[in-house]
């Protein structure tokens, strides 16, 4: 059955159907994790965004890429890109180009990208600074508690003793 003739989705599903490149698969995993795991606007990217965002920040003479395109390589259906086509997505998602190409670069990238985003999923700076606030507050919160149990025993024992409660010495810390 030929293109001719047909919609566009009767021409993705064809494209889908045909057997792809093993190389141009593992690309595509590697620019789709980039999708799932680089998200500065809070939200994964589409590709008309990153399109513009290459296409933006390309100076004259260098390559560009088009939506279709960007599909193709994200879904692994295109083979062989350009040096130029992996500089573009390496400098807009701000990993090095190795990354497309090389496991052992690919690997460490992958991990710290997926550590960023767990540190972002879990908002762990704000866990980590609440934390350290609780742990600061409980440190005054003893002392707090030490010097009350301190002046009730030196209250005990000078109201005891015929002394006036008002001659006591001040509390060690802040109350909380």
């Known amino acids: 059955m030929g293109v001719s003739g ?16 093993p190389e141009a698969e593992r690309l595509g995993r590697r620019i789709e994790f980039l999708f799932a795991h680089v998200q500065p606007l809070g939200r994964r990217y589409t590709l008309q965004e990153v399109v513009d965002g290459i296409r933006d920040a390309a100076r004259p003479g260098e390559p560009k890429l088009s939506v279709g395109r960007l599909w193709m390589l994200v879904k692994g ?8 086509t992996l500089r573009a997505l390496g400098d807009f998602f701000g990993v090095p180009q190795a990354y497309f190409i090389d496991d052992e670069v690919a690997e460490r990238v992958t991990a710290q990208l997926s550590l960023i985003a767990a540190m972002r999923a879990n908002d762990v700076r704000s866990v980590a600074l609440r934390a350290a606030a609780v742990a600061t507050m409980s440190a005054h919160g003893v002392d707090a508690v030490r010097s009350l149990v301190e002046r009730s025993g030196l209250l005990e024992s000078e109201v005891g003793a015929g002394g006036s409660s008002t001659d006591l010495p001040p509390a060690a810390g802040p109350f909380v």
């Open 6 to 21: 047909q919609d566009g989705g009767d021409a993705a599903r064809a494209e889908d159907d045909r057997p792809t490149d």
């Open 77 to 84: 259906r295109a083979a062989n890109p350009t040096v130029g």
